[in-house]
């Protein structure tokens, strides 16, 4: 019996995504419509949907058919369900700042919230489900992120050298990141309009000339107030593009985002993967719901030195894993010549697409030719080899 099945994802259109990227990706028609995301995995939400012998299933509702087969004993025990959610993201515009709660308060959170009787597709809802959501992005272009507090030397400065947040200097300095960034969040939108509006009005004009650089806040902060829909309040996540590193990520490298990272996708495309949940608290950059006290909760209030990641090559010369610490998932790049091969059996079950060129897997009896766009599912227990006709890059998502 097949271990090795064709995958078809799920595109998610959502207002910050683009409208080329993932429809040229995927070899579908381009239309007016905002491609946002390309979902691959079990989410009950937008599950992928897998060609088996008697036809096509819901990868949830097949790997529930025998969850300790197709997951592996060890994943299905720990997890009791796929651990991951894997996506090719396209950012045009900026996604809302948010942070992600750990397993506990997740778990606490969502236990309330239904004590509560919040329905869970209601917009004050903070906990959709019980799970944390680590997650790992891999650039597949030149991207920019937020990422963390910057360090309290560069933080002081900024605030010093920005003439209209010159007053939270002393807030800053006397009481830490937790004050500083307490103060803002809390402020009335009268308040924060008051502060924010010599900002916007003295860069704006820089902005629109294209005299602003992307590494500056200012850039950032200009094309937020540029795209925002509501001109009459001014997003308060504004703030947080001056406290924040501002990082660039080339094509290849990855960024890991862990609980309490407070962090933004602002421009590119990425892959990315992340434990099977939906939890998001927002601090801004969106019209959706901001809930300032539970997101004090929640931020680690310290300095982030981001770490960009390479990736280990491995000894084959082929696979380039991006290790973390989240036990949910590992998410690998497998670069293909005609001269090379990658061979492996799979411990659970792992997801793959094909981003650059064509791959052949061969699983047994079963061989599945995939184009550029292109993915597959293997249930644990498949020993296969991947190879190319020319050449091809495939990410990989499993379980470590």
């Given at each position: 019996?097949?271990?090795?099945?064709?995958?078809?994802?799920?595109?998610?259109?959502?207002?910050?995504?683009?409208?080329?990227?993932?429809?040229?990706?995927?070899?579908?028609?381009?239309?007016?419509?905002?491609?946002?995301?390309?979902?691959?995995?079990?989410?009950?939400?937008?599950?992928?949907?897998?060609?088996?012998?008697?036809?096509?299933?819901?990868?949830?509702?097949?790997?529930?058919?025998?969850?300790?087969?197709?997951?592996?004993?060890?994943?299905?025990?720990?997890?009791?369900?796929?651990?991951?959610?894997?996506?090719?993201?396209?950012?045009?515009?900026?996604?809302?700042?948010?942070?992600?709660?750990?397993?506990?308060?997740?778990?606490?959170?969502?236990?309330?919230?239904?004590?509560?009787?919040?329905?869970?597709?209601?917009?004050?809802?903070?906990?959709?489900?019980?799970?944390?959501?680590?997650?790992?992005?891999?650039?597949?272009?030149?991207?920019?992120?937020?990422?963390?507090?910057?360090?309290?030397?560069?933080?002081?400065?900024?605030?010093?050298n920005t003439p209209e947040f010159i007053g939270l200097l002393s807030v800053f300095?006397?009481?830490?990141?937790?004050?500083?960034?307490?103060?803002?969040?809390?402020?009335?939108?009268?308040?924060?309009?008051?502060?924010?509006?010599?900002?916007?009005?003295?860069?704006?004009?820089?902005?629109?000339?294209?005299?602003?650089?992307?590494?500056?806040?200012?850039?950032?902060?200009?094309?937020?107030?540029?795209?925002?829909?509501?001109?009459?309040?001014?997003?308060?996540?504004?703030?947080?593009?001056?406290?924040?590193?501002?990082?660039?990520?080339?094509?290849?490298?990855?960024?890991?985002?862990?609980?309490?990272?407070?962090?933004?996708?602002?421009?590119?495309?990425?892959?990315?993967?992340?434990?099977?949940?939906?939890?998001?608290?927002?601090?801004?950059?969106?019209?959706?719901?901001?809930?300032?006290?539970?997101?004090?909760?929640?931020?680690?209030?310290?300095?982030?030195?981001?770490?960009?990641?390479?990736?280990?090559?491995?000894?084959?010369?082929?696979?380039?894993?991006?290790?973390?610490?989240?036990?949910?998932?590992?998410?690998?790049?497998?670069?293909?010549?005609?001269?090379?091969?990658?061979?492996?059996?799979?411990?659970?079950?792992?997801?793959?697409?094909?981003?650059?060129?064509?791959?052949?897997?061969?699983?047994?009896?079963?061989?599945?030719?995939?184009?550029?766009?292109?993915?597959?599912?293997?249930?644990?227990?498949?020993?296969?080899?991947?190879?190319?006709?020319?050449?091809?890059?495939?990410?990989?998502?499993?379980?470590?």
């Open positions: 019996m097949t271990k090795l099945f064709s995958l078809k994802g799920t595109v998610q259109h959502y207002v910050w995504g683009g409208t080329k990227y993932i429809p040229k990706l995927l070899g579908i028609k381009e239309s007016s419509k905002k491609y946002a995301e390309y979902w691959l995995g079990a989410h009950v939400n937008a599950p992928s949907v897998i060609r088996t012998l008697n036809g096509d299933k819901e990868l949830n509702v097949y790997l529930n058919s025998n969850l300790s087969k197709n997951l592996g004993v060890d994943i299905a025990s720990k997890f009791g369900r796929l651990p991951f959610l894997f996506k090719v993201l396209d950012v045009q515009d900026m996604l809302s700042i948010q942070v992600h709660p750990s397993k506990f308060e997740a778990e606490k959170g969502f236990k309330y919230e239904n004590g509560l009787g919040i329905p869970l597709n209601a917009s004050n809802r903070n906990y959709k489900d019980d799970n944390h959501k680590p997650e790992i992005m891999v650039a597949l272009s030149e991207f920019w992120l937020l990422h963390g507090f910057l360090s309290k030397n560069i933080l002081s400065q900024i605030l010093n300095e006397e009481e830490g990141y937790y004050s500083l960034y307490k103060k803002v969040m809390e402020q009335s939108n009268e308040e924060s309009n008051q502060m924010l509006t010599p900002l916007v009005n003295r860069i704006m004009p820089l902005y629109l000339r294209g005299e602003l650089d992307k590494s500056s806040p200012d850039y950032w902060a200009a094309k937020a107030v540029d795209l925002a829909i509501d001109k009459t309040t001014i997003d308060k996540g504004i703030y947080s593009i001056y406290f924040f590193n501002i990082v660039k990520v080339n094509k290849g490298e990855a960024v890991f985002q862990d609980a309490g990272v407070p962090h933004a996708y602002l421009e590119g495309q990425n892959m990315e993967l992340m434990a099977n949940s939906d939890n998001v608290l927002r601090g801004g950059l969106t019209p959706k719901h901001v809930d300032v006290p539970e997101l004090l909760k929640h931020v680690t209030f310290e300095q982030t030195i981001p770490e960009i990641m390479p990736g280990a090559l491995q000894e084959d010369g082929v696979e380039r894993i991006y290790s973390t610490s989240a036990p949910d998932f590992e998410l690998s790049q497998i670069e293909l010549t005609v001269s090379s091969k990658y061979k492996t059996k799979a411990k659970t079950a792992q997801i793959m697409i094909v981003i650059e060129g064509t791959a052949t897997i061969v699983e047994g009896d079963t061989v599945l030719n995939l184009a550029k766009g292109e993915s597959a599912f293997l249930a644990a227990g498949s020993e296969y080899y991947i190879s190319s006709p020319s050449s091809g890059i495939i990410y990989k998502a499993t379980a470590p």
